[in-house]
T-cell receptor, first 115, second 114 residues
């Protein structure tokens, strides 16, 4: 059983829709992450939040908008996405950003399909 | 350009034998390396890690070896079990000053045959 829960597990949306992905961690961690995994490509970091403050934005298009209201919750708001945004979106958490020896714990992901 | 590469997309091994997974990196600023395991429809789970000041770390059936001069690390699983069938990702992290986000390899799919 994972300490990081992502909802929904699957999402199909049109290019003009607005939807949100949700992530919740029950591990008492202070850093949370969004990753994207496209077909046949490595996991790519999108955003990092540390103690609710965004510390990393890996040149992500503005149609992806993250929100971190507290250390336990992370959202990814989606609007006017493109077909190439279809991918698996993974959320992760760790004790604190900036410490390599603290492994990140991942959720099971949201499989997103853009029609 | 990929900084972390796993050149073998798949590996098949008989139960009880050794599985060896390889990973190469190019960035000399990486100072910590991790292996993650992923089953279908689940997120990656942390398996084992190694600091750049070490050359070996062992945890039960899993051992990670690091060769800094060659910028190469490997994961040994012995003995391999059918439950080890999964995709394994190598990841590397730099120092805080160097931006210590995790950089992942493309993964190696391991199949352990009974």
């Amino acid at each position: 059983e994972t300490g990081v829960t992502q909802t929904p597990r699957h999402l199909v949306m049109g290019m003009t829709n607005k939807k949100s992905l949700k992530c919740e961690q029950h591990l008492g961690h202070n850093a949370m992450y969004w990753y994207k995994q496209s077909a046949k490509k490595p996991l790519e970091l999108m955003f990092v939040y540390n103690f609710k403050e965004q510390t990393e934005n890996n040149s992500v298009p503005s149609r992806f908008s993250p929100e971190c209201p507290n250390s336990s919750h992370l959202f990814l708001h989606l609007h006017t996405l493109q077909p190439e945004d279809s991918a698996l979106y993974l959320c992760a958490s760790s004790q604190e950003w900036g410490y390599s020896n603290q492994p990140q714990h991942f959720g099971d992901g949201t499989r997103l399909s853009i029609l | 350009d990929q900084q972390v590469k796993q050149n073998s997309p798949s590996l098949s091994v008989q139960e009880g034998r050794i599985s060896i997974l390889n990973c190469d990196y190019t960035n000399s600023m990486f100072d910590y390396f991790l292996w993650y395991k992923k089953y279908p429809a689940e997120g990656p789970t942390f398996l084992i890690s190694i600091s750049s000041i070490k050359d070996k770390n062992e945890d039960g059936r899993f051992t990670v070896f690091l060769n800094k001069s060659a910028k190469h690390l490997s994961l040994h699983i012995v003995p391999s079990q059918p439950g080890d069938s999964a995709v394994y990702f190598c990841a590397a992290s730099g120092t805080k000053a160097a931006g210590n986000k995790l950089t992942f390899g493309g993964g190696t799919r391991v199949l352990v045959k009974p």
